[in-house]
């Protein structure tokens, strides 16, 4: 675990305003500043890691919560019908910026693959 808050720790905080679409005892979601799609959203874990690496280090049950706040974030936005990419950009070369582990859900669009 990094030792310095990151902005996602100061919008779990409150003390940066974030744009809230989902919340619950496990996580926290809400719009990216930044959309890349008509629907874009973050979800972080309300228990900070920075990246995958740490989850060996977690318990077991950290990742399937993440997952399944994902699940319930995408069906609260009405994005199961079309679709929507769910994608964790990890690490330098996965052009991470915030070293908080997190994930995005894009949709309202078609998406392209691969990924640049
Ligand atoms: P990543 O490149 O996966 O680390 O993504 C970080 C994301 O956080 C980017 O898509 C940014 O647009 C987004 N972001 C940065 N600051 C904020 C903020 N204050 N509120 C919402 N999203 C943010």
Do not use: D, M, Y
């Given at each position: 675990m990094a030792e310095e808050a990151t902005i996602f720790d100061k919008i779990l905080t409150g003390e940066i305003p974030a744009d809230k679409v989902y919340e619950d005892d496990d996580v926290l979601a809400f719009r990216d500043?930044?959309?890349?799609?008509p629907v874009h959203v973050l979800v972080i874990p309300?228990?900070?890691?920075?990246?995958?690496?740490?989850l060996k280090h977690s318990d077991t049950g950290f990742a399937g919560r993440l997952f399944q706040g994902v699940s319930r974030v995408a069906t609260e936005l009405g994005l199961d019908d079309d679709g929507y990419r769910v994608v964790v950009n990890n690490g330098r070369n996965g052009q991470q910026t915030v070293e908080y582990l997190h994930v995005h859900i894009l949709g309202g669009r078609g998406m392209t693959w691969p990924p640049g």
């Open positions: 500043i930044n959309p890349q799609a309300k228990r900070r890691a920075e990246r995958f690496a740490e």
